[in-house]
């Protein structure tokens, strides 16, 4: 039997929020959390613990937006709060949007944070492939995009990347650590995959860069940096101080796609498909 603690008359102290919590006391616990949180709505750590809390008791979506509001205050102990993000939109059955989180991350964060980089790595590898056994089962969310080898819009997105190849120079030595590439990689398995990673140095002749994703078709160790030539880039992304992303034209192919396929696009993905822009 869970004994709740009697009301404080200070129901702000954060102590008697987390020994409810401890304590199994869930209810009183998010009680509180609304308490705090009317009191001071822009601690990251409070929505945070509010999120902590509909999460024990099953409500993930609502859970996903406390920790979304906990990333936008920022603030201690909010530095890894869009893994509970991600994990509280998977649970909810929104593993599209979960997937969505951690490559946001990656390619926005990941040049400043490369200490969390190998873990945010695994975890979105392992919801890809939880969500293509999904789709494949015929269970939740979309289904796999199919893109022809020879997509027209394609070829023509990745010839657009290479002429603009300036624009990414540009940028570069702008904001160096919110630049990515997406570049060709031969697996062990004799196949290419189209990869993206945080761009690292730019030469006359190549692309340096550290992979964002795991090659799907490769058994054996990635190489953390590629150098690829400039001919072999496929297409590149700037993620601006703004928000907003430059480049992305095999991703806003993708979307294209995407639309076609299913009909519309999970709302994350429709948020992210905004934010890209032409200059």
Known sequence: MVTSIPNNPDDTDPQQAIECFRRGDLPEALRRADAIIAAAPGVGMSWRFKGECLFQMGRFLDAAECFHRAEDCGGPGTDEVFFWRALALHNGGRTVEAIVVFRDFLREQGGQRPDVVPKVQAALGKLEQLQGQSAAAGRGGPPPLVLAPDDPLMNEARQKARATAERLRAYFALHPQSCSAKVLFRTDGGRFEHLWGRVRALSADAVRVTL????????????VELE???????????????????????????????KEQWGELPADMADHQSRYVDG
Request: no cysteine; hydrophobic share 45%.
């Open 228 to 258: 690829i030539p400039w001919h072999d880039l496929d297409d590149w992304e700037v993620a601006l101080p703004d928000g907003r992303i430059a480049g992305g034209f095999t991703t806003r192919v993708m979307f294209v796609r995407a």
């Open 212 to 223: 964002i994703n795991r090659p799907v078709t490769h058994a054996g160790p990635v190489p």
